[in-house]
């Protein structure tokens, strides 16, 4: 069968993750609302598209950190590719680079940060950051990101503690680490971030790091503008995937808020069940500088490798394109929120 949309790449990936590797990569915390309302939350959203406004050309370039970028699309950073492909995350650097795709490479990586940059120079690379108790890590992992060539510090504040991650618990996993050398368990190395971090701490890093700071994991405007206080040069407004706090609210129905209240100052952007080019168009209707996608690219890897991976991507930025056009916003960086209204099939199946 051939593979026309990241639904096809869900369903392909299924069938050949172990199960372990498929509890880590699609469950959710609890009852996973959280996890499937991420992706509801775009299909509550409705196109307003306008028409003969010539669209034979269409540029889906954005402004991120003050440079150009082909498009909007940030790999989101996720722990252990290894458990989707033996390329691990040198195959998604591939991907990136093909694609011109920024890949943020997460703490977590199965690969360390620095033999992903030497493998695949090429590829634009942000370096995501938990902080461990031990701080020493932290500020000998924001140097060899620096060594690497990456652009950006994006430190997650989300994962203070653990989600109940039920999935993992009743089929866990245990993988090789790149950065932190040692095996170890999803609770054992989520142990090791700090529970006690405060945004002290992140004026720490943004005042000691010569890359700008990205904070991930900002759901309220109070503490967007709280980034912006710390010297914070972007937000990632994100609920890790549905991950961590179930019912929390989704990056799609967070984000307006975020943007009312730093989006003059700050880049924003937003990640959570962006399956679809339509997803990405709303997204920078509503105020996103850009996007971050997650598990499409895993499934990509795990299906394919570095192959399929970039193909996943491919698709996305295909149905970006296409929507670009057909909405009649041939310049994404002109969309605006009149080309968004509640749909008015919420509360229909969909
Ligand atoms: C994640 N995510 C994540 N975030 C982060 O900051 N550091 C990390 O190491 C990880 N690890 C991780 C592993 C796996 C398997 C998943 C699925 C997710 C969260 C990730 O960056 C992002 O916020 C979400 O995945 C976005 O949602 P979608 O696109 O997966 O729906």
Redesign the pocket.
């Known amino acids: 069968m051939s593979l026309i949309s990241l639904a096809d790449y869900e369903q392909a990936a299924r069938e050949q993750l172990d199960p372990a590797a498929e509890a880590?990569?699609?469950?959710g915390a609890a009852d996973e609302i959280t996890?499937r309302d991420?992706?509801a939350a775009w299909r509550r959203l409705a196109i307003r598209p306008r028409v003969l406004v010539g669209v034979g050309e269409r540029d889906a370039g954005v402004t991120l950190l003050g440079r150009r970028r082909r498009h909007p699309v940030v790999i989101?950073?996720?722990?252990?590719h290894g458990?989707a492909h033996s390329g691990a995350e040198t195959a998604t650097a591939q991907a990136a680079a093909a694609t011109d795709s920024i890949m943020?490479i997460?703490?977590?990586?199965s690969q360390p940060v620095g033999a992903v940059g030497t493998a695949v120079p090429e590829a634009p690379c942000w370096f995501?950051l938990?902080v461990f108790n031990d701080r020493g890590v932290g500020r000998e992992l924001v140097a060899r990101a620096e060594e690497s060539g990456c652009e950006a510090l994006?430190v997650?504040v989300?994962?203070a503690l653990r989600g109940a991650r039920e999935r993992e618990i009743r089929t866990p996993i245990t993988a090789d680490l790149g950065n932190v050398p040692a095996t170890m368990s999803a609770e054992e190395f989520i142990s090791l971030v700090d529970a006690d971090l405060t945004w002290k701490d992140i004026e720490l890093f943004a005042g000691e790091t010569s890359l700008p700071v990205i904070v991930?994991?900002i759901l309220t405007p109070e503490d967007a503008r709280l980034a912006l206080l710390h010297g914070a040069q972007g937000v990632?407004v994100?609920?890790?995937?549905?991950?961590q706090l179930d019912t929390v609210l989704s990056?799609a129905d967070a984000l307006p808020a975020v943007v009312d209240a730093v989006g003059a100052d700050l880049d924003v952007l937003v990640?959570?069940?962006?399956?679809r080019g339509t997803d990405v168009l709303k997204a920078l209707a509503l105020g996103a500088s850009a996007v971050?996608?997650?598990?499409?690219?895993?499934w990509g890897l795990a299906v394919d490798g570095s192959d399929g991976a970039r193909r996943v991507l491919e698709l996305l930025l295909g149905e970006l394109d296409t929507a670009l056009g057909l909405a009649g916003a041939p310049q994404a960086e002109a969309l605006n929120r009149s080309f968004v209204t509640r749909a008015p099939w919420v509360g229909d199946a969909t």
């Open positions: 880590y990569y699609f469950g996890l991420n992706v989101a950073p996720m722990a252990l458990l943020c997460s703490t977590f990586s995501q938990y994006v997650t989300d994962l991930k994991g990632v994100s609920n890790h995937g549905g991950r990056g990640d959570g069940g962006i399956r971050m996608v997650g598990r499409p690219v895993l």
